[in-house]
């Protein structure tokens, strides 16, 4: 979806999953997704290209309304982001944790994904860094 299209939706979503724990989300550029339970907007996922790379994609920010984690919805927005990169002939993702969040982390051992050290780090200086080759 076009984010300056839906920009109100996203970021009013965004505040209600992160509040003012995370960066607002830049509905600019990239690729965003939302999704709903029947008409209510409950998760979003973005995906942006990466600055490591022509062909490599950055899973930028995911989030899931608390009634409604624990249901696979992050792991179900992993897989769509990873068919877009595929489409948009990608090789690999990247993305980034809080040290912390470890259920995040567990979606992304699910979905195929393996710690790595970037050449920088552009997130927490505690972050986790994550890689996967989708070619």
């Known amino acids: 979806m076009d ?4 920009d ?3 970021c009013d979503l965004h505040d ?11 509905t600019s ?6 999704a709903y339970d029947y008409d209510q907007p409950v998760a979003l996922a973005q995906l ?3 600055t ?5 994609g950055y899973l930028k920010r995911a989030g899931v309304m608390p009634s409604h984690r624990g249901q696979g919805l992050q792991l179900k927005l992993l897989k769509v982001r990873e068919r877009e990169a595929k489409r948009l002939g ?3 993702l990247v993305t980034d944790t809080a040290l912390r969040n470890i259920h995040s982390s567990n979606n992304l051992i699910r ?4 710690l790595f050290e970037p050449p920088i780090r552009w997130g927490f200086a505690t972050g986790l860094y994550w890689t996967k080759d989708i070619s």
């Open 29 to 34: 550029y990239g690729h965003h997704w939302i």
């Open 48 to 50: 942006v290209p990466s």
């Open 111 to 114: 979905a195929g994904f393996t």
């Open 3 to 6: 984010g300056r299209k839906h």
């Open 90 to 92: 990608w090789k690999r």
């Open 52 to 56: 490591l790379g022509d062909d490599i």
């Open 8 to 10: 109100r939706l996203l």
């Open 16 to 26: 209600e999953i992160f509040g003012d724990t995370a960066p607002q989300i830049d």
